[in-house]
């Protein structure tokens, strides 16, 4: 992800328009050419020994040289001097042991600084003081050395690789990302919501649905819409576009809108199915998923629920469509005379969250749909009131989930 400052982007129209790299402009090739040259010639060298006002002058546009940085980061590494690295002890350690040595012994000075050092490199495996220094030393990232990361560095690569840090930071800096499909043969409108779903639920995401005027709309809320700034959540974002990427191509036609916050407004982003800019995914090792709102209550749920025998349990079923209306519910209940009820597990809440979810709810209620229940965690079931649907309260209790199991399966079974 680029810092805030690097985004290179002008304003058409009220939308964002993000100045994308392509191979198809001589001068982006031309530039980033230059970029991979300059590492090229310095390699082997020291950090601090890199001149990077040199760099910004070689690729003769200040912001776009930091950001092919960023992008040059997962090509070329910094490494420790190769000669320090057959010793096994960590630096930081032995600076810790040669500064107690010099404490205990020698009352925290040195006469003979030489000879000390003599000393104590070959009682640690070192041929002299120099190569000892060296080594205390060898952990400072100022000194490590320039490395490529791969065989070969290509600008196609490169290009890709910008491209992905910039969208990088601007679902990372977002309010709101919604997908949008007309959906198609190959990929019609419910399995695309569902596939969809299934990633922002694996990545514990949040997400609203709906559908207007033939086409579906899910709607990842982002981290500053969650949260009011970036936070390290922001990472599942860039995995979600990855993993969705494939399920939008097979659609007919598609968009993606990312409201982008900057430090005084926010500014709408389209990528569409005719526009999206040539990206290399899949770059950065995904962290351990920790969900906003606790999956171990859903986890938790289905394992009680699936145990009785009268109904045929489901998860992530088809979304439900009612008018404009559109609600994936977490289960769904078949009995065997083929009535199904469906279950919709509530625990995360935000005011603008609340509202969104009971205009949703309540549509499907004056729409005439009545075999939905809410299971809402008891801290929020007062926003989640008089809605005209079955509403049950849990809580978890030492790692277990409470809740009424046994009024939910007679409502289902009734």
């Known amino acids: 992800m680029l810092p805030r400052r690097l985004l290179r982007f002008r304003v058409r129209r009220g939308l964002m328009v993000p100045l994308w790299l392509n191979t198809d402009n001589p001068e982006y090739v031309s530039a980033v050419e230059r970029a991979i040259a300059f590492y090229e010639a310095h390699l082997g060298v020291e950090k601090c020994k890199i001149d990077w006002d040199e760099f910004r002058y070689e690729v003769g546009d200040d912001r776009l040289a930091d950001g092919l940085r960023y992008a040059l980061e997962h090509v070329y590494s910094w490494k420790p001097p190769v000669s320090l690295q057959r010793f096994k002890c960590n630096p930081s350690e032995l600076r810790l042991k040669l500064f107690k040595l010099v404490n205990s012994e020698l009352d925290g000075f040195a006469k003979d600084r030489i000879s000390v050092l003599k000393r104590f490199a070959l009682e640690h495996g070192f041929k002299d003081p120099v190569e000892l220094e060296e080594f205390l030393w060898s952990d400072d990232p100022r000194g490590y050395l320039l ?122 982003c389209v990528l569409t199915s005719e526009d999206v800019p040539s990206l290399l995914m899949d770059v950065r090792q995904e962290e351990a998923v920790e969900p906003i709102f606790d999956s171990e209550v859903e986890r938790r749920f289905y394992l009680v629920m699936s145990c009785v025998d009268k109904y045929r349990v489901e998860r992530e079923p088809e979304p439900l469509i009612v008018g404009s209306t559109l609600l994936i519910p977490d ?84």
């Not at 990302?177 to 639920?201: D, N, Q, W």
């Not at 949040?206 to 982002?222: H, K, N, S, W």
Request: hydrophobic share 45%; net charge positive; with cysteine.
């Open 147 to 268: 490395a490529r990361a791969m065989e070969r560095v290509d600008v196609d690569r490169v290009v890709k690789l910008y491209n992905f840090e910039l969208l990088d930071t601007l679902l990372s800096n977002s309010r709101m990302i919604s997908f949008t499909s007309t959906g198609s043969l190959t990929m019609p409108k419910g399995a695309f919501v569902k596939a969809l779903v299934r990633e922002v639920k694996r990545l514990g995401l949040i997400y609203d649905a709906r559908l207007e005027g033939g086409e579906v709309t899910v709607d990842v809320y982002g981290p500053v819409e969650l949260f009011g700034r970036v936070t390290r959540f922001a990472w599942r974002l860039s995995a979600l576009f990855d993993r969705i990427l494939t399920v939008l191509r097979a659609c007919k036609r598609w968009r993606v809108k990312i409201l982008v916050r900057l430090k005084r407004r926010d500014l709408p």
């Open 331 to 414: 289960y769904a209940f078949t009995r065997p005379d083929g009535v199904k009820w469906y279950v919709e597990l509530i625990g995360f809440w935000r005011p603008e969250y609340t509202v969104k979810k009971r205009v949703k709810l309540e549509e499907l209620r004056k729409a005439g749909f009545k075999r939905l229940i809410l299971l809402v965690d008891e801290k929020y079931v007062e926003h989640f009131k008089g809605l005209g649907f079955p509403v049950f309260t849990y809580r978890m209790r030492g790692g277990k989930l409470d809740a009424p199991y046994g009024a939910i399966i007679s409502l289902i079974t009734s």
